[in-house]
């Protein structure tokens, strides 16, 4: 790793444990060790991902995918809706069997179901062969956690959440080369009714402009051309801090940097969501035209109960002012259907807003509760089976709307970052300033350069060629 991957040097100290790792790891394993990071969940957490495997090289661990080869097994895991737990604990469950097979290897649980505090006391209780569950503001420190437990310290649980300054300098190891995360902000305050997010991430801290601009001036000499700024909610950017940027501001701010990247947001959150934004996303060549947008539910009475702060209206109207601003607007939103107490009617109006906008695609969820939100003390009387049958009409619903519209796209020029290997030989694929992806006949050395495509033919696959 050299030095460029280090965005600032506080992380001083657990470079320091990172160094006694090195030696203590090599002795113990009698050979360099290898880790395994498991990812669920969203962007952030494949970011923190990043972070946690930069730690582990700098600890002098190599990277695998494959469990049964490492020495550290790290699970980074996400507690938005019980699927994604459910899934968890079967993959740390099976971590006993080579933890049998080799008791000095080191399991650990991290992200966000680790920072519950009913997730940690399971664990502790049934998960023996789990060595450390470590909360989500405290994973910075994985040096000094690995280092205390090679010097056979006992089982580490650590929840801290203090909300304080944010950890920089974490060296990181991304994933990709071309395309890369980069988290403006971390936690949420908004407290939407049915959401665990801010229990486990804590409170909104916006990282400062110049660590923000720095990482992004790193990543675009590195290679990076399509670059996603991260955030539960990246429209409240900046709130509170002193120097007075907003996340118009700081896009702007990016946008002026040399290098020919893409800019992209996520999350916007429809009540911070302004006309300024539109406008900056109008303006700013190398920002995206993409939005993702979540509205959750078409009925007022539903969307208040979430305590989302917005109405049909408001959103309709941002949509609206969106669409005329920037062309080629691709948009796309997250849906939850079967929120406690929603009845049919209020489902209906969901379904009419979808028709109204017509989204370029939708990510959808059936409401699932959350121990410790408002909404899971909520009457629920709808069963699983109705909410079941509301999910696949809203899917239909969106699959017309995808044939009515897709085709729509043929016969336009689009400047198209190829990003992967194409569904046919000899095609490449990659996707344009929104969210189409495109298949075109070339070589893989175009892999990370932005081509031209003239779209000639839609068969479920957007087709064109290179001009
Ligand atoms: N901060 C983002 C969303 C983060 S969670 C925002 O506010 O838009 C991603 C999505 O998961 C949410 O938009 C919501 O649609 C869904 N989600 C969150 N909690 C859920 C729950 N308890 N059940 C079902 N879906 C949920
Ligand atoms: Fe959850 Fe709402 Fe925060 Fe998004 S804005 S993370 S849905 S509480
Ligand atoms: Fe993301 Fe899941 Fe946490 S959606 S913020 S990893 S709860």
């Not at 699983?384 to 336009?412: D, T």
């Not at 030989?425 to 495509?453: C, H, Q, W």
């Amino acid at each position: 790793m050299t030095k460029a991957d280090f965005n600032t040097d506080n992380y001083a100290e657990q470079s320091a444990y990172a160094d006694r790792v090195k030696t203590l790891a090599l002795k113990k394993y009698g050979k360099q060790p290898a880790a395994c990071v498991v990812t669920f969940g969203c962007q952030q957490n494949v970011s923190d991902s990043e972070r946690l495997k930069g730690m582990l090289v700098n600890m002098g661990y190599s990277l695998t995918d494959k469990e049964e080869e490492a020495q550290f097994i790290i699970f980074n895991t996400c507690a938005v809706r019980e699927h994604a737990e459910d899934r968890v604990y079967g993959n740390v469950g099976a971590t006993k069997a080579l933890k049998r097979k080799n008791p000095d290897i080191i399991v650990a649980v991290c992200g966000c179901m680790a920072q519950r505090q009913s997730v940690a006391d399971k664990i502790k209780q049934s998960y023996p062969y789990v060595d450390m569950v470590l909360g989500t503001q405290v994973q910075h420190r994985l040096p000094e956690f690995i280092y205390r437990r090679l010097s056979g310290s006992g089982r580490i649980f650590d929840l801290t959440l203090e909300n304080g300054e944010i950890p920089e300098g974490v060296p990181i190891k991304r994933d990709g080369t071309f395309k890369g995360w980069l988290p403006i902000m971390y936690g949420c305050n908004n407290f939407c009714t049915y959401c665990i997010v801010p229990y486990v991430r804590g409170r909104e801290r916006s990282r400062a402009p110049e660590q923000i601009i720095n990482e992004a001036k790193q990543m675009i000499a590195s290679g990076c051309k399509d670059i996603t700024l991260l955030g539960q909610n990246v429209n409240s950017y900046g709130k509170g801090e002193e120097h007075g940027l907003n996340f118009s501001g700081l896009l702007r701010k990016i946008n002026e940097l040399d290098g020919d990247f893409r800019i992209r947001f996520m999350t916007s959150h429809p009540r911070d969501c302004t006309k300024e934004l539109i406008d900056t996303v109008r303006d700013c060549e190398k920002v995206s035209s993409h939005l993702h947008l979540p509205f959750q539910s078409g009925s007022d009475r539903i969307l208040k109960i979430m305590n989302r702060h917005y109405d049909r209206k408001r959103y309709l109207e941002l949509v609206n002012y969106a669409k005329e601003q920037i062309p080629d607007l691709a948009l796309t939103t997250d849906i939850i259907v079967g929120f406690p107490g929603e009845t049919y009617e209020d489902f209906k109006e969901t379904l009419s807003l979808v028709k109204e906008v017509e989204f370029s695609s939708l990510f959808t969820f059936i409401y699932s509760p959350r121990e410790g939100t408002p909404a899971a003390a909520m009457d629920d009387p709808v069963s699983r089976e109705e909410k079941g049958k509301w999910f696949s009409e809203l899917l239909k619903v969106q699959e017309e709307i995808a044939e009515k519209n897709e085709p729509k796209l043929v016969g336009k020029t689009y400047r198209v970052l190829c990003d992967a290997v194409g569904s046919e030989d000899g095609y490449m694929s990659g996707r344009n300033s929104g969210t189409a992806v495109i298949e075109f006949p070339g070589e893989k050395d175009l892999l990370g350069s932005f081509v031209t495509v003239k779209t000639e033919e839609y068969s479920g696959v957007l087709k064109g060629k290179i001009i």
